[in-house]
């Protein structure tokens, strides 16, 4: 949900088309130069040096060059702190050692759309000076957001050799499925005329990140992200058909604004804390694989007792800036109770034994009795110097319980604990049952919709896609996901079909290796669209290269 107290920091699509207008209006613009004035050779074809692949998560973007091993990432967010102007843009947040000061955090997505487009391109400006590419400083956009002084200062290349020029590279940009047209229009028209790279292609990232059958070229491809869980069926690196796509409003953005939720109405106020919540619904999260059974421990097992129950220390800012997990002390004490029960009960059980065998022993030895006055005087020294020591070992131990229970006070006194309970497993619940999110009931779970994106799919494929289900995107790390869809799948599915779930490696970037492979495999032209055709073609001629922009690479729009 976007949070209405929360301003832009940022310029949205109309601000930015209105801030262009006046820098076209102005002096200075007049002396503008066009993009390829200086070297006109740019325009006419020439392959790029470089092809920068970029996974435009709703939170994190993944990119890195065609020749890296691995993407780096970057947040997807904006914020600015109280009392300041100045906008933090990506890793500049985690710059911040108390994230709770940092005001006005906007993102540049809405349910995986691209919704502010001036936004995201200060973030891509953001990854652009990671990259160290320099872009012309007199585009239209350097001018609206002042990125000719900034340019200077920041991410500055320390010689000429590192400079990268905008107007030499390429750019593979993954985007969600059915992206509306007028979008595609802002995306192109940022990274010509306000960055000015050679040549930029589409694509779409669920079915970049698919991983095929081998045999059968099919995947059934799950993207847990942010905002949203795409389902996309694929035959050969393309959509099967695009009807058959389904999309789940639910990702996690969501289950964190729930446990901000609950947390808040039964504890403390954390409804401004969402990176405290983020940290704690990634540490203890957990899908049940039997949920009605863990809420009958809940109903008859007192808070803070039930196995499950975990306690979160929350950070001082002073001290510490990330929160621990520990095990709360009711419990631990009843799981030392229970030690000790089973420890007990074996050395019961071990002592039996030793009698038993002791009787035996003593039955066949034939020995007399000549002694027995001399070892009952042994035996009566002996209890009393063992009683002895169990006194001293009693004191001891009670000794030490009263220090820890003072240290246990001592610590609830200066600590703030967060108790999470139930929330640990009724949260990502809502990934199989969205109605306990107050969501209409209409609305399907994970699994109804794998079985309904399949069915939509012809006939000829079902059997493939059942036998390659994939689950991808930083959502699935979630424990217990894999097991939990196939137990899910399994009534709702013909017992003909063999259901197999597989999970990525790499989660989260595995769109972007998926992109890298098929860069490193395709040529450019096939992929992307150069500074010469947008020149030459108006927005109404655009039809034929948006075509071969988006179709070859398995790109389906509305």
Known sequence: MVDSKNKPNSPTGSQLTKKRRRSQSSPSSS??????????????????????????????????????????????????????????????????????????????????????????????????????????????????????????????????????????????????????????????????????????????????????????????????????????????????????????????????????????????????????????????????????????????????????????????????????????????????????IAEKKSEEDDQVDDEVDDEDFNDDDGSGSGGDELDSDDNGEDGDEEEEAEDVERNRILKERAERDMVRKLQEAEEQVLLVSVERFAVPEILFRPQDAGMPSSLVGLAHAVVQSIDACPEAYKAALYKSVFLTGGLSKIPNLKARLEKELRPLVSPDYTICVEMADSPVSQAWMGAKFWAHNTSFKVWSVGQEEWTHNSSSKRTGFYSKLLLPNGGIYV
């Open 31 to 340: 002396k503008k130069k066009p993009l390829g004035e200086d070297n006109p050779s740019l325009l006419q074809g020439l392959e790029p040096v470089r092809t920068l692949i970029i996974d435009n998560g709703g939170d994190t973007l993944k990119y890195g060059w065609s020749t890296d091993d691995y993407p780096s990432l970057l947040p997807n967010i904006t914020a600015r702190l109280k009392h300041q102007f100045t906008v933090l843009v990506g890793d500049e947040l985690q710059q911040v050692q108390n994230p709770t000061s940092l005001y006005g955090n906007t993102r540049s997505t809405e349910r995986g759309m691209i919704v502010n487009i001036g936004n995201q391109a200060q973030v891509w400006k953001r990854l652009l000076d990671k990259v160290g590419v320099v872009i012309p400083q007199n585009s239209e956009a350097s001018i609206a957001f002042g990125w000719q002084a900034k340019s200077r200062k920041v991410n500055a290349p320390k010689d000429a050799s590192e400079k990268i020029l905008s107007q030499t590279i390429a750019v593979l940009l993954l985007l969600p499925p059915h992206c509306p047209r007028l979008l595609l229009d802002q995306i192109l028209h940022v990274w010509m005329e306000d960055f000015g790279v050679l040549r930029v292609g589409f694509g779409i990232s669920s079915v970049f990140a698919a991983k095929e059958h081998e045999e059968l070229k099919c995947s059934c491809t799950i993207d847990l992200g942010w905002s949203s869980t795409l389902v996309v069926p694929t035959f050969k690196q393309r959509p099967v058909q695009p009807t058959a796509i389904r999309r789940l409003p639910i990702g996690g953005r969501h289950m964190i604004n729930m446990l901000k939720y609950y947390m808040s109405y039964r504890q403390y106020n954390l409804m401004d804390q969402e990176p405290i919540l983020r940290q704690v619904f990634e540490k203890l999260s957990y899908l049940s694989l039997t949920f009605k059974d863990e809420m009958k421990v809940a109903q008859c097992t007192p808070s803070g007792r039930r196995i499950y129950d975990r306690d979160y220390v929350l950070p001082d800012h002073h001290t510490s800036h990330h929160g621990t997990v520990r095990v709360p002390f009711a419990l631990q004490k009843d799981l030392e109770q229970q030690q000790n």
